[in-house]
């Protein structure tokens, strides 16, 4: 999990995302994360810290992340901006 940059910029593009409790499956880079459905998100940070966030539709959550896990995460259409 190295590459990630400690700065965050306004995000230039999106991809949808399938949980995975093994696969990083942010884009490098991403700079935030946003949900259709809202619920929790296990995550995997940059850095390799794993935490639970609370996710909302209609917004970003801020972070550069690696992962998102399907183990502990609730929030569906999960997409991660980069």
């Not at 593009?13 to 946003?34: F, Y």
Request: proline fraction near 5%; charge should be neutral; hydrophobic fraction near 30%.
């Amino acid at each position: 999990m190295t590459g990630f940059s400690t700065k965050i910029t306004v995000p230039s593009g999106a991809k949808s995302v399938t949980p995975s409790d093994t696969e990083d499956n942010c884009t490098k880079g991403t700079r935030g994360l946003g949900c259709l459905s809202a619920g929790d998100a296990s995550v995997v940070y940059g850095n390799g810290d794993t935490v639970v966030i609370g996710l909302v539709p209609g917004g970003v959550y801020p972070g550069h992340f690696a992962r998102v896990n399907a183990t502990g995460t609730a929030a569906t259409g999960i997409t991660c901006h980069y």
